[in-house]
């Protein structure tokens, strides 16, 4: 089945605690995003990428790292979390980066940072 | 990218269409009209997209004004089970850059009633 599969769902951590959450695609796509989700704020871009090695920072990247060494996999990398970081993360690709071609997106990682 | 404006919220009747407005005046001719929805805190979903014809497919239809600067999304029988929060986006063709930067603000909420 063509999906994006993020984890963890859920997961609870304590500041300065360094952590990953991973996203993979298994449809071939170019185009991989992240974004973050808060009450009143709708879906935030944090960064972007349009190919393996190619990424770029989104709206609110602060906090945030990513690699794409490979075309399926684009981790999002909290080096030191913090509660400003609480938040719901979804993770979608794009076959291209032509604006033609709709978003797929992962079910989400609920993130809570004490 | 182009800034979307919807409606914070809106209601309809089960059975009857769902009309849910989007205005994109500042649209550039390559760029597409996405619509996806969100139910709870799942994953937004995709619906439809066009260009400057209006589309129909199993889901929904897209109508765009002729010059493009606002459209209408039509769930013709509303069930309560699309009640979600509807997010009108714009995405370009250029290869990289802003224009990449998919912008989902906070979308409109359609609560369909009994």
């Known amino acids: 089945e063509a999906q994006v599969t993020q984890n963890p769902r859920y997961l609870i951590t304590v500041t300065g605690k360094k952590l990953t959450v991973t996203c993979s695609q298994n449809m071939n796509h170019e185009y991989m995003s992240w974004y973050r989700q808060d009450p009143g704020l709708g879906l935030r871009q944090i960064y972007y990428?349009?190919?393996?090695?190619?990424?770029d920072k989104g709206d609110v990247p602060e906090g945030y790292k990513v690699s794409r060494k490979e075309k399926r996999n684009f981790p999002l990398i909290l080096e030191s979390p913090s509660p400003n970081q609480t938040s719901l993360y979804f993770c979608?690709?794009?076959?291209?980066?032509?604006?033609?071609?709709?978003?797929?997106f992962g079910n989400g990682t609920r993130l809570t940072v004490t | 990218d182009a800034k979307t404006t919807q409606p914070p919220s809106m209601d309809c009747a089960e059975g009857r269409a769902a009309n849910l407005p989007c205005n994109h005046s500042t649209i550039s001719g390559n760029e597409y009209v996405y619509w996806y929805r969100q139910i709870h805190s799942q994953g937004p979903q995709y619906i439809i997209h066009?260009?400057?014809n209006n589309e129909t497919n199993e889901m929904a239809s897209l109508i765009i004004t002729e010059d493009r600067k606002s459209s209408t999304l039509i769930l013709p029988h509303a069930t309560l089970r699309d009640t979600a929060v509807y997010y009108c986006?714009?995405?370009?063709?250029?290869?990289?850059?802003?224009?990449?930067?998919?912008?989902f603000g906070t979308g409109t909420l359609l609560a369909v009633q009994p």
């Open positions: 066009g260009l400057k």
């Open positions: 986006i714009v995405r370009g063709t250029y290869y990289g850059g802003a224009t990449n930067k998919l912008i």
């Open positions: 979608a690709s794009s076959l291209s980066t032509q604006g033609d071609s709709p978003l797929h």
């Open positions: 990428s349009m190919n393996v090695e190619v990424t």
